[in-house]
């Protein structure tokens, strides 16, 4: 790849005859642009100019490439407006996304948060359920297997806070008054999924249950916290869900934590660090820390 300012200065100097012309032009100075041409010219093995009286005309060779130099400004100018408009576009706003329960519990005294300390920026939150695998937004709020995961260079992570997994029951459940229940006491009962897919949340809860050697077995399926915490409600089983999840928590329905090896959730803040506004960026994720430990 050649440099765009040397590309520039042999634009210049062909058009005007003339370094020292061409170096106003540029706003440069002249050995400045003579310094430019000599380096083009070994870059491309080519003899570009020659002396015609006083000044600069381009060889036949130098002519050859012109259209040529001419393209590549062209999409290099392009490139830059680009560059600029995504620039111009991160500033005043962040964007932040979320999984459902993060959602209901931070994201509201979030955006108030950053409503009060910097009123200019437009906060805009995006639903992203699922596993990350890659940035949709500015900073992202996640879920991890593990404590520490390890994420690409071009993403900064911030641990937020652990969330246990616990089980809900009917309050006339024969467990229903415990203080702790293993896994493996869970096993004989009717279960209710409350997840979709893949992603994380059942992962954890499925890794859980191998190591306690435990089989997963669910006799009713429903896709959402909240609708299997009313199954719940209505004696039709338990369900595992992360402390997170309990909240609202319907009439009828206990809540007891798991005990050991219980499943549990990571959640992490990710960011990019090449991000123009890094100080808007690490105030959120100050506030969310608190806002995850309180």
């Known amino acids: 790849m050649y440099n765009v300012a040397h590309l520039k200065s042999f634009k210049s100097v062909a058009l005007t005859g003339s370094v020292r012309s061409a170096a106003q ?32 005309c381009l060889t036949d060779t130098g002519a050859a490439i012109m259209s040529d130099v001419d393209s590549v400004l062209e ?11 995504l620039h111009e576009n991160r500033i005043g706003r962040l964007s932040i996304g979320y ?16 409503e009060n300390r910097h009123p200019d920026v437009t906060v805009q939150l995006n639903l992203a359920e699922g596993p990350w695998n890659e940035f949709h937004s500015d900073l992202q709020v996640i879920i991890s297997e593990s404590k520490n995961p ?32 293993s896994l493996s006491e869970l096993e004989r009962y009717p279960w209710i999924d409350n997840d979709t897919g893949d992603g994380p949340c059942r992962a954890i809860l499925f890794d859980a249950c191998s190591r306690a050697g435990v089989r997963v077995h669910f006799k009713h399926e429903a896709h959402s916290f909240v609708t299997a915490l009313h199954m719940v409600s209505r004696g039709l089983g338990l369900t595992l869900l992360p402390r997170l999840g309990v909240e609202p928590l319907p009439p009828g329905v206990a809540i007891i934590p798991l005990a050991a090896p219980e499943p549990i959730r990571f959640i992490h803040a990710i960011s990019d660090p090449g991000h123009p506004q890094q100080d808007l960026i690490e105030d959120a994720v100050t506030a969310l820390c608190e806002l995850t430990t309180s």
Do not use: C, N
């Open 25 to 56: 032009h540029l706003d440069l100075s002249p050995s400045a642009v003579s310094h430019h041409l000599k380096l083009l010219e070994q870059e491309t093995g080519l003899a570009l100019f020659q002396r015609q009286g006083r000044g600069l």
């Open 99 to 114: 999984f459902a329960t993060a959602g209901t519990r931070w994201l509201p005294e979030l955006v108030a948060y950053l």
């Open 150 to 181: 390890e994420f690409p260079p071009q993403v900064k992570g911030h641990f937020l806070t652990e969330d246990p997994y616990v089980v809900a029951v009917p309050d006339d459940h024969p467990l229903a008054d415990r203080a702790g229940v």
């Open 75 to 85: 999409s290099s100018g392009r490139l830059g407006q680009r560059i600029s408009e």
